[in-house]
């Protein structure tokens, strides 16, 4: 099998869940940062691997696939090791909802080209900006919290760690860079703190990647 190559971003929340799930599944991989200070996602190279001009894209297998969730469904269903959605229809369905609320609730208000947008076209201050990025995380992480806290062991599902938790450790590494208080969130703060004991999840931290010159 070649070498998967991760088209990554060291801060980016997005892209964050595909290396843990590529460590999860023990899969060997090359990271090229694709730096997004710099505008590299627009450029034409880039937008010809990947149309839509955002990060992740995953090449693996012959295929580049994008969009986190549907990297990790390819993962889980090629590389059945160490399962991250489980087998029974209402239990994945109850992992990927809690998974979805955060990166199709969350994530999307909060992206570098919407922030862009609220203070370059619509002249928000920073301050405004940086509120309407905790008003959206303050907003969806309650909704996990409930999602979770009847079903949760170590894990947001359980004892093992799911997608929902690969999810959910980028988005409060996002919540802790803008000060969200968190303490309202105990099952939350559980399976994170689980997770990084994981060498997996504990790797895949931007502090731990390359950051581009
Ligand atoms: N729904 C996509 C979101 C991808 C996404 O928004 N990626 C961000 C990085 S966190 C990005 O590339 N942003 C570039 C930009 O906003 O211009 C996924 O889950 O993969």
Not at 113 to 123: F, I, S
Not at 200 to 205: E, P, Q, S, W
């Amino acid at each position: 099998m070649r070498r998967p190559i991760l088209y990554d971003y060291f801060r980016s929340s997005a892209a964050y869940p595909v290396p843990i799930a590529l460590n999860l599944k023990g899969l060997d991989y090359e990271s090229r940062q694709i730096d997004l200070r710099e505008d590299q996602q627009k450029s034409g190279e880039y937008r010809a691997l990947n149309p839509q001009g955002l990060v992740p894209m995953l090449e693996i297998d012959g295929h580049r696939l994008t969009q986190s969730l549907a990297i990790i469904n390819y993962l889980d269903l090629r590389y059945p090791n160490q399962p991250l959605l489980p087998a029974s229809a209402a239990e994945r369905a109850h992992v990927v909802a809690m998974a979805m609320t955060i990166t199709c609730d969350i994530h999307p208000l909060n992206n570098l080209r919407v922030l862009r947008y609220l203070k370059n076209e619509l002249g928000h201050s920073q301050d405004e900006v940086d509120a309407w990025y905790r008003h959206w995380i303050t907003e969806g992480l309650p909704a996990v919290e409930a999602l979770a806290a009847p079903r949760a062991g170590k894990f947001l599902f359980g004892d093992a760690p799911t997608g929902a938790d690969v999810c959910l450790v980028p988005q409060l590494f996002n919540a802790r860079r803008f000060d969200v208080p968190l303490d309202a969130y105990p099952t939350l703060l559980r399976a994170e703190e689980n997770a990084n004991r994981i060498e997996a999840f504990a790797a895949a931290h931007p502090d731990r990647q390359e950051v581009p010159a």
